[in-house]
């Protein structure tokens, strides 16, 4: 195997040991040693980059970047992935500001003095915007960012004055028609889509009658909800709708005086308040107004 050749950016400088099989290691010198930064070709195609470095980030950000560029141009490889305890905020870092974008968490897959820890795993490919671009920067930057969960749901009411609520296979308490948010789909039409899928019929969305943060629940994360107007209907309406037979097992209206034996704890706060004044806007919290 041809040794491969220094590497070196005008700072530092990467000097190759003789490629050991499937791994090729460079000793980092910036006017004296600073450690070893390797990578390691894990299955064709793909290799895992690891470093030992000292001098700070900025050095590890460095030896990386010029890693990164070597293994793609001269080992030919398709993807780098970094592995990181995500405890380790510094080493992660690195990997961002390398051009890493994070892709997940290995729950338990390393152990460490006989203790089980997860691993955050950073990814790049050879045609990711670099670093140092516009592009590349907020594509980093939204690997690692909060991703919450947007809900959209449709208050629809008849004309005494009952909402429309579910039967849902999964859980025995009744749901507002909708469902959570798809990505990159707007949260109207989500709503919209949900209740074509669920009644068959997505009936016209009149505006919002609530936005609603609801904190974690039974191995949910947090998530945003948007209770949508569905507006005001004849009661034959409901014979109209046909429900999917699978998610949905049933449509009925109620009366705003029989939802807290019927609905979740969160409706059961909320809805009535919707109810009774369904011409604002409801700011709400885990179903309860927002309150200065």
């Known amino acids: 195997m041809t040794a491969a050749q220094p590497l070196s950016d005008g ?11 499937q ?24 290799g895992l980059v690891t470093w030992a470095l000292e ?21 030919g490889l398709e993807r780098l992935q970094v592995e990181v305890d995500p405890e380790l905020h510094s080493s992660a870092r690195v990997a961002i500001r390398s051009g890493f974008r994070r892709e997940g968490v290995l729950r338990g897959a390393a152990l460490v003095e006989g203790e089980r820890r997860d691993v955050a795993v950073y ?4 045609d990711d915007p670099r670093p140092d671009t516009v592009t590349g920067w907020t594509a980093l930057m939204d690997s690692v960012l909060p991703k919450k969960r947007v809900i959209a749901h449709v208050v629809v009411r008849d004309t005494t004055g009952r909402v429309l609520l579910c039967q849902v296979s999964y859980k025995k308490e009744l749901e507002l028609p909708g469902g959570v948010v798809e990505p990159d789909e707007d949260p109207a039409a989500g709503a919209t889509r949900e209740m074509e899928e669920e009644l068959g019929t997505a009936l016209p969305l009149l505006g919002v009658l609530a936005i609603d943060w609801l904190p974690r629940w039974e191995g949910w994360g947090d998530a945003v909800e948007i209770l949508y107007d569905g507006g005001v209907h004849d009661p034959s ?7 999917d037979g699978f998610e949905i097992k049933d449509i009925r209206w109620h009366a705003p005086d029989e ?5 979740s704890p969160l409706n059961a706060r909320r809805l009535p308040m919707l109810l009774a004044a369904p011409d604002q806007l409801h700011n709400l919290s885990n179903g309860s107004p927002i309150t200065s």
């Open 55 to 75: 001098g700070g980030p900025g050095v590890a950000q460095q030896a990386l970047r010029l890693v990164a560029d070597y293994a793609f141009g001269q080992l």
């Open 11 to 21: 700072e530092l400088t990467l000097q190759p040991s003789q490629p050991n099989g």
């Open 123 to 126: 990814g790049m490919r050879p």
């Open 237 to 243: 309406l409901i014979d109209q709708l046909r429900p």
């Open 23 to 46: 791994v090729t290691r460079f000793d980092v010198d910036h006017d004296g040693p600073l450690g070893t930064v390797e990578v390691r070709q894990t299955s064709p195609g793909a």
């Open 259 to 263: 939802l807290a034996a019927l609905v």
